[in-house]
């Protein structure tokens, strides 16, 4: 469909912060009935670096729609009431838990849980963060400390794990210090974009 077609620039642009605004509001409904429940959490993957960006330099934060939190397995049960109270219901698809909103039922606009110590996947040489490796930021915000977003983010390393991990080089989030301690493949992938960014 043409811009003219779906009512021209000013409507998309509309549409677009229509949808960064959901985005937002579907995060701080979950967060605040995680706190709520006294369930410990912490925002990952691209939100997770978006806050920590802005920690430094707002104008740099690139927008995503992908809300992911890492939680502890047993607190599943807790976790769901919680979400119940928001109005959104917990599924699991192909071994994925993700909370859907029941206004808005659609996977792609799921929030999808990460389980804190566990590994994302079978084949990656690292489990996720524990739970106690989350930081408090400012506006209570809970996230993934820098080291084991930054880990997780190599760990994972597609396209836009990559674009990420630029933008907190970028920001002057992550140097070389954090290379130490990481398995080698991990601190190749690391040394390879410190070295594309003159860092």
């Keep these: 469909m043409s811009p003219k077609a779906a009512g021209g620039p000013a409507n998309l ?5 229509m949808a960064l605004e959901d985005v937002t509001a579907r995060l701080e409904r979950i967060c605040g009935a995680l706190q709520r429940a006294s369930v410990p959490y912490a925002l990952a993957g691209g939100q997770a670096v978006a806050i920590w960006v802005a920690t430094k330099e707002p104008a ?6 992908d809300v992911d939190i890492l939680i502890r397995r047993e607190d599943l049960s807790k976790a769901r009431s919680a979400a119940l109270a928001v109005e959104m219901d917990y599924f699991e698809v192909m071994g994925v838990g993700m909370f859907l909103d029941r206004r808005d039922p659609n996977p792609r606009h799921a929030v999808h849980l990460l389980w804190a110590g566990e590994k994302v996947r079978p084949n990656y040489a690292l489990a996720s963060p524990t739970i106690d490796q989350r930081q408090k930021l400012p506006n209570d915000l809970s996230v993934v400390a820098l080291p084991g977003l930054v880990q997780m983010k190599l760990l994972s390393y597609r396209d836009q794990d990559k674009v990420h991990l630029r ?21 190749e992938r690391l040394d390879a974009l410190l070295s594309e960014s003159g860092r």
């Design 60 to 65: 740099a934060v690139r927008t995503t729609k």
């Design 13 to 17: 642009w509309k549409q677009h912060a």
């Design 167 to 187: 933008d907190m080089i970028d920001v002057g989030l992550v140097d070389r210090e954090l290379i130490e301690g990481l398995p080698p493949t991990l601190a």
